[in-house]
């Protein structure tokens, strides 16, 4: 879900050079769509990293704990990219997923047991529909070549994903209806 939790809002967010003449306290806007892009991706990616564990440990289902494991490992690959991008357009990045990814994390903990395998696939399919959609709007609006080389990139993965939460929404349903 590389650009998951693009729709979450960055707004704690700044660019790495603060205007001088923001009055102290007021948090800026990233400086460009690029940045904004790069904050959300990562945020994005830091709370799939944690979603992907705790589904690695807590879903009773083997294929969600195979897909928790490879959203984690894939995304900690996705970040290195972001970050080094990042760091070349001079762009700071949030140490923490927005406020919406940190709510959807306390659900997954405080889910029931039976319960977790079907909101983690649901809000995971979900978050990677909307995805697919923010990732052909940057393509629409960027003409940064860095941007642009992200998103081609993890285009496929989130076909990927998404088509591997369907088979597991299909699974988790047929096994629910012979219980």
Known sequence: MALIGLAGSPAAATPARPEASRPAGVTARPASPEAEFLIAVHQGNLAQIAAGKLAAHRSENRTVRRLGKRFATYHKKLD????????????????????????????????????????????????????????????????????????????????????????????????????
């Open 80 to 179: 290195a990219q972001v970050k080094q991008v990042a760091a070349a357009l001079d762009v700071r990045l949030p140490k923490e997923p927005n406020s919406e990814q940190l709510d959807l994390a306390g659900q997954y903990r405080a889910a029931a047991a039976a319960d977790f395998d079907t909101l983690f696939i649901n809000t995971q399919l979900s978050g990677y529909e909307r995805a697919a959609k923010i990732a052909r709007l940057v393509l629409a609006v960027s003409s940064d070549p860095a941007i642009a080389k992200i998103v081609a990139t993890v285009t496929p993965v989130i076909e990927e994903n998404r088509l591997a939460l369907t088979a597991a929404r299909d699974q988790l349903a047929r096994e629910q209806r012979r219980q």
